[in-house]
Each structure stands twice: as C-alpha cells, then as structure tokens.
C-alpha cells in the first residue's frame, strides 16, 4: 500500500536551518506530484511547495519563496523540503502529500513531522 514517511522535523532556533525528508513506497513515485502542507495549531494545512514527477517545477507558498526548496531524487523515492531562515511562523506539522500519479488524482498523507522554531 502506499505511504509516506516524514522526517527531520526538530526544535530549531529562528534564522535556523531543517531538511525534511519524506519516504515514499507503494506506487510509482516518479511518476507522481508531489508536495508538502502544514498545519500551525488551530489552523488550516496550506499548501507549502509543490514538485513536479520529473522535478522539473516546483512552485511555493508565498511566505516560504526564498526561504525553502523543495526537491525529489527519484532513484531514491524521496522527497525533501529544505527550510532556510526559519521564522517562529513556520512552526507547524509539515505533511507530505501526493495528488496525482501519472493521470490519475489521488490524495495520499504522511504521517507529519513537527516543526518548531523557537528561542
């Protein structure tokens, strides 16, 4: 079946640095969107970043352009969201997701990996 594993969620100080990993099995991963969300408590999940099967194009929250990168290494069916300068507003659950695989639109969640930036 299909999951996804989030890792390398941590207390970091602001102006701090992560890279979020998500592991994913179960489905053909390079052929599938992948993002990341996350959720702040008592908040909505948004949407962060997203990247194309290929990696080709990624596109970002605005309050994260600049700041974060996302990237995919498909020999490895891994996904990564690396966070640069990180505020006290980026603490949150960071999500993986997967929406679309090939043709076919799915909706498939990690487990999420907590986030706190804090001094």
């Known amino acids: 079946q299909v999951q996804l594993v989030e890792s390398g969620g941590a207390l970091v100080q602001p102006g701090g640095s992560l890279r979020l990993s998500c592991a994913a099995s179960?489905?053909?991963?390079?052929?599938?969107?992948m993002s990341w969300y996350r959720q702040a408590p008592g908040k909505e999940r948004d949407l962060v970043a997203a990247?194309?099967?290929?990696?080709?194009?990624?596109n970002y929250a605005d309050s994260v352009k600049g700041r974060f990168t996302m990237s995919r290494d498909n020999a490895k069916n891994t996904v990564y969201l690396q966070m640069n300068s990180l505020k006290p507003e980026d603490t949150a659950v960071y999500f993986c997701n997967v929406r679309r695989i090939g043709l076919h639109v799915v909706n498939y969640w990690g487990q999420g990996t907590q986030v706190t930036v804090s001094s």
């Open positions: 179960g489905f053909t991963f390079n052929s599938a969107t």
């Open positions: 990247i194309t099967s290929a990696g080709d194009y990624t």
